[in-house]
């Protein structure tokens, strides 16, 4: 015990130095979780109100265009653009919108999931992916609960 005491007195400047690379690596470590938590958050926080978005739209754009449209004699259907008087479905539109935003905005994905997806979009419909499946799966068993998968890309973490 002795021998640790004169040790201490005698490099007293390098104790000191080691204790606060300590300490300031202990922060750094314990900032960058915190940080890494905070960006979770907020890009959960941000696909929930983008979904809420997506989903307000497709109920406005039913009730107040699809419905008034179709009283009107358009035409509503999936490909829209190669028939006279003719508007996109709900689905449709959401789809181009998503797409749409993706484009303009890196990192934004929104996509439309289901096993039955319509019989024009089967090439890139359905459940193609892992990330699908589990979501899909997810929601029939509890569909007030939100599924979500966070993966880092692009770092090399």
Same mark, same amino acid.
């Given at each position: ?38 960006? %979770?958050?907020?890009?959960?926080? @941000?696909?929930?109100?983008?979904? @809420?978005?997506?989903?307000?739209? &497709? ?23 190669? %028939?006279? @008087? ?33 019989? /024009? ?14 979501? /899909? ?7 007030? &609960?939100?599924?979500? @998968? ?6 090399? &973490?």
């Amino acid at each position: 015990m002795k021998t640790l005491y004169t040790f201490m007195l005698k490099h007293t400047v390098v104790v000191l130095l080691i204790i606060f690379a300590t300490g300031l690596t202990i922060t750094i470590n314990h900032l960058n979780e915190l940080a890494e938590i905070q960006v %979770k958050e907020t890009a959960l926080e @941000n696909a929930k109100a983008f979904t @809420n978005v997506l989903s307000e739209f &497709r109920s406005l754009y039913t009730s107040e265009v699809v419905i008034a449209a179709k009283n009107n004699g358009l035409l509503i259907t999936h490909d829209y653009k190669k %028939k006279l @008087n003719a508007i996109p479905l709900p689905a449709t539109l959401t789809i181009l919108l998503s797409e749409h935003l993706s484009s303009q905005e890196p990192g934004v994905q929104s996509k439309l999931y289901s096993p039955f997806p319509f019989p /024009w979009r089967l090439p890139t419909g359905g459940l193609r992916d892992k990330f699908s499946q589990n979501a /899909w799966e997810s929601l029939q068993n509890n569909a007030e &609960r939100l599924y979500f @998968n966070v993966e880092t890309i692009g770092t090399s &973490r």
